[in-house]
């Protein structure tokens, strides 16, 4: 209720639209829209396959958009994953705190400042519907190498799959820092346990590999035509900058928006989460598992992420580990709020609440301060220009447009080199030096700059006649690389410059397009898994799992008597 | 102390050693963010080089409170002049520029003073320049300060230019937006000098293209290496190497580059200029003075702009033609002005000339394109 009351009314105001990803999502789902068993997407990078990237919340949102169109679709999506996370995250602090504390982790995660930081700001839609479906997984998954459940490792692997459909990297990164733990979690319960409900860590091992086995199988599969594009077309690009891997001390401004704004109140919380998670033998891989996300999530801030992740280190953005770190030390949370609300009463009531809210609203309120887009402006008249009069025969690049770059491509038929997934490009001009979207080149300096240059040298090979401008920083390059301004539209803020001789365009990267039966497989399994998963998750499961509801939560007496301390 | 304790002892040690260690010993994404030292947290520096690099990494990261306050000579000018002479006064390259990179050479030191060369490497939207300065480091109690030899900007004093420019003006039948289906013949245009070499990084493809027509022109150029089977080898276009707009009569050299081939696997190449009529005008004028050669070593062409027209012209791009003693054209190079060419107020320019080249050089030419701020259209 909670989750619905607060983020309902932000869905309907479409808020995330502001964010820096949502219409990135969306225009992967306008293709699924009209073409779900066909993934190669020429609108983007003169032609890519949407095989680079997991497709399952995009075809959640194509699918919904029959109904309510694409805007409200993404939002209904996003709203059911948050709606998700709250009860993945009571049933994942089950694992470890009685249900009074499991609810408050719960409670707490719809105030998360990281879940609406990424909603609202980031707009990463795959690690935020990903992440409760494997939150979900995690209870199968301990059922399973606790008491060897058949149906629990076909939940498990089933929810795990559709996981990794939804956002592959959640799950890579997700088994180390959420399922090492609850294994920990099954070799010590096993051990404290009477003889009769002990499993061996021979069999804990052989039910781990065969679970790991059996998904990694699933995935292979699932996920084919991505496996098969990584590996014809290996990664290969000068790593892209992203200041989530600055020093959050030596770079405040990144510190507080990579970690201030998501963890909000949370940071007054940690030394009590890592008091009472060392405190309780049970909660120790938890706090672990919670410490190692929150050291790789702090981004160049410590050696830690650079040293673990080598080369990934400047792959990745780290944001998304802090999500993790946050989801992970919720269990602990809401055991460290059953204490201090059993201690003050209606005054640690009313400070959390106070607290919570605040975080919430910080982190949703970023989205406006610090938003995606210096200045929100319709792309429509642009989108017109390109559709009329055979404009669209030839490719266009914008510039100083954003995450607007994504919209357009939904309303326009024209088609572009430049591109927002960055994983998805193939083009030299593009991956070679180290520049994201040439529609940003600026804000990436001599990379992007170099990026853009090499784009307008070679317009012609790519039919590349228009440049529509929105920043006229950008004026002189075009002015002396012969491109001339043609047409001026928005009451002037945007200006069209062509380029004279420019051939047509003519449909390009033919040989990275993926066979038919791949994108079969694409429209099918992905999707079909998450059906599975909603059918299977009904399935009935006796309850024997985890914290049992009489454990209920530690008093604090008991907690500093060390009743069950080490 | 039991486990418990302990662990979480441990555990916030750790953390506050790594914390420690990651901001005295940053790895490098977190270096370049802080703009290439350590960012917020710099301490009074002991050396002059540490002023100079402390000063570098202010203006990277446009810290421009904190790079005046260190100055030892901020007395002698305002904080605006400060930020003025590294940004420009008028709007130009320099006004958005981002600094890629510096270097400080030191020349002497004693020990209460320092004399250093900055080197400065910005970024701009048409390519990357250099700023080079000399700098004096002072010494000040236990810390160095650098003394900024700031460039003042040159007022001109209040007078009337009178403009008799020639120009021309094109009336099209269409809605003029698609400026290159034009209802009219194109200007006559003509290459008419073409000379490929083989360099270190592949093939230049030089030469120069007159407009014989009457009207202006907008021009470019495009060249195809064909191997011995006739296949296309590759195949690029002079961007920004020209200048673009030819007024009647008027000839631009040109570069076209072909990185990563070779000469000898090329049996010919096919050129295709190219010209649109345009609107066009001879404004605004700009004078090329003081034009000389500096033989090798470190051969280069250097000469002063000066922006004849009442306007201020805010890049300016110039293109040299060096010609041997026959007059073959035999290197083509080009320099973008990084300061706004206000009226009446020369800017230096400065091209370099490759050493095998610059021993042949016997003549040379130079053309200037210019791009004002609203004018394109």
Redesign the interface.
């Known amino acids: 209720m909670a989750a619905v009351a607060i983020h309902l009314p932000l869905m309907l105001m479409q808020l995330p639209l502001k964010s820096y990803d949502t219409n990135f999502h969306i225009f992967f789902a306008s293709h699924y829209v009209h073409h779900w068993f066909d993934p190669w997407n020429p609108k983007w990078f003169a032609g890519f396959s949407q095989t680079t990237y997991p497709p399952l919340p995009q075809q959640w949102v194509a699918l919904v958009s029959w109904v309510c169109g694409l805007n409200m679709a993404y939002m209904a999506v996003q709203l059911a994953a948050i709606l998700l996370l709250a009860i993945g995250v009571y049933r994942f602090s089950r694992l470890w705190v009685g249900p009074r504390a499991a609810s408050y982790a719960a409670l707490a995660s719809v105030f998360l400042g990281n879940e609406s930081f990424l909603v609202y700001s980031a707009g990463q839609l795959s690690t935020t519907f990903a992440a409760p479906i494997y939150l979900n997984a995690l209870p199968f998954f301990f059922d399973w190498l606790r008491y060897g459940k058949w149906r629990s490792l076909l939940k498990a692997s089933v929810l795990l799959v559709a996981a990794a459909a939804a956002h592959h990297a959640t799950l890579i990164f997700g088994s180390a820092f959420f399922a090492l733990p609850v294994i920990a979690l099954v070799l010590m319960e096993s051990s404290e346990s009477e003889s009769d409900e002990k499993t061996s860590v021979q069999a804990v091992i052989a039910r781990t590999v065969m679970l790991t086995v059996l998904v990694g199988a699933a995935i292979a599969v699932v996920l084919l035509p991505y496996w098969i594009g990584l590996i014809r077309y290996p990664i290969t690009q000068t790593p892209i ?1 992203h ?1 989530s ?3 959050y ?4 401004q ?1 510190g507080l928006n990579y970690f201030i704004v998501p963890y909000g109140a949370l940071i007054l919380a940690l ?1 009590f989460i ?2 009472r ?5 049970r909660l ?1 891989p938890l ?1 672990l598992g919670f ?1 190692v996300a929150f ?1 790789v999530g ?9 040293v673990l992740l080598g080369r990934a ?2 792959v990745l953005t780290f944001e998304r580990f802090s999500y993790w770190a946050a989801l992970l030390a919720l269990p602990i949370l809401g055991l460290v709020l059953v204490e201090f609300i059993d201690r003050f009463r209606l005054k640690a009531a009313i400070a959390t609440a106070l607290l919570a809210a605040s975080t919430c609203a910080l982190a949703v309120a970023w989205s406006s301060i610090r938003p995606a887009d210096a200045a929100n402006f319709d792309v429509a008249s642009v989108a017109l220009w390109l559709n009329r ?1 055979g ?1 669209d025969r030839f490719r266009y690049v914008t510039l100083g447009f954003g995450s607007k770059l994504s919209r357009l491509a939904i309303m326009t038929d024209a088609t572009s080199v430049d591109g927002e997934s960055n994983s998805s490009r193939m083009l030299p001009e593009l991956t070679k030096f180290g520049g994201a979207a040439l529609t940003s080149s ?1 804000y990436f ?2 990379p992007g ?1 170099d990026s853009l ?1 090499a784009m ?2 070679h ?3 790519y039919g590349l006649k228009w440049v529509i401008v929105r920043d ?6 075009l ?4 491109w ?5 539209l928005d009451d002037k803020t945007i ?2 410059w ?4 420019v051939p047509p365009a003519t449909p390009m990267n033919a040989s990275q397009m993926p066979p038919h039966w791949q994108g079969v497989l694409w429209g099918t399994l992905p999707f079909g898994f998450s059906i599975l998963a909603l059918l299977v998750i009904f399935l009935p499961e006796e309850r024997t799992r985890g914290f049992r509801d009489d454990d209920v939560s530690l008093s604090r007496e008991q907690a500093l008597n ?1 009743e069950v ?2 | 102390m ?7 002892a441990g ?2 040690v750790a ?1 506050l050693l ?2 420690v ?3 005295m ?3 490098t ?2 270096v ?3 703009g290439g030292g ?4 710099l301490v009074a520096p002991s050396t002059p080089e540490a002023a100079a690099n402390d000063l570098g990494t202010q203006i990277r990261l446009h810290a421009w409170d904190k790079a005046y306050s260190s100055l030892a000579n901020k007395a002698e000018f305002t904080q605006d002049q400060f930020i003025h002479d590294l940004t420009g006064y008028a709007l130009s ?1 320099r006004t ?1 520029a ?1 600094l ?1 990179g510096f270097e400080v050479q030191p020349l002497h030191q004693t020990a209460n003073d320092a004399d250093m060369i900055m080197k400065l490497r910005w ?6 320049f250099e700023d080079k300065r000399n700098v004096h480091a002072t010494r000040s109690g236990d810390h160095w300060a650098v003394n900024w030899p700031i460039v003042p900007e040159q007022h001109v004093p209040p007078q009337v230019i009178p403009v008799n420019y020639l120009r021309w003006d094109v009336i099209t039948s269409g ?6 289906a034009q209802d009219v013949e194109a200007p006559h245009v003509r290459i008419v000098d073409m000379h490929p070499v083989n360099r270190a990084d592949g093939v230049v493809v030089m030469g120069e293209l007159l407009n014989e027509d009457v009207i202006p022109a ?1 021009v ?1 150029v ?1 060249s195809t290496l064909l191997a011995k089977n006739g296949s296309v080898l590759d ?6 190497m ?1 200048s ?1 707009t030819l007024l009647p009569k008027q000839v631009t050299p040109f570069v076209i580059r072909f990185p990563g081939v070779d000469l000898s696997d090329v049996a010919s190449i096919r050129m295709q200029p ?1 010209s ?1 009529l ?1 609107s066009a005008s001879a404004d605004p004028v700009i004078e090329v003075l003081n034009q000389q050669y500096n033989a090798p070593p470190g051969a280069s062409l250097t000469g002063q702009l000066s922006n004849q027209s009442g306007q201020t012209v ?2 300016a ?1 110039v293109i040299s033609s060096f010609y041997d003693k026959n007059g073959q054209l035999i290197w083509v190079a080009g320099q ?1 002005i990084d300061r706004a060419l206000q009226p009446q107020t020369p800017v230096d320019f400065h091209i370099s000339v490759p050493e095998d080249i610059a021993r042949n050089v016997n003549t040379e030419r130079t053309v200037v ?1 210019t ?1 004002v ?1 609203g004018g ?2």
């Open positions: 900058p200041p891997r600055a020093s001390i030596l770079s405040p990144w030394p890592v008091i998670g060392a405190a309780v033998t120790r706090l410490w050291l702090l981004g160049g801030t410590t050696p830690v992420g650079k280190f400047e009069d404009h600026k300096a001599k700059l240059r307008l040298a317009a012609d090979r006229s920083y950008y004026d002189p390059l002015y002396f690389a012969g001339r301004q043609v047409d001026e200006t069209v062509g380029k004279d001789g060390g301390l080490s | 039991n486990k418990g304790r302990l662990l979480a555990i916030a953390t790594l914390l260690i990651g901001t010993w940053p790895v994404s977190a370049a963010y802080a350590q960012g917020d947290l390259l958005y981002t890629d970024s701009t939207v048409v390519g990357t809605s003029g937006d698609d400026w290159g907008y470019s495009r195949s690029e276009g002079s961007f920004d020209i673009h190219l649109v345009v805010n890049v791009h973008y394109s791009y701020l394109s259209l």
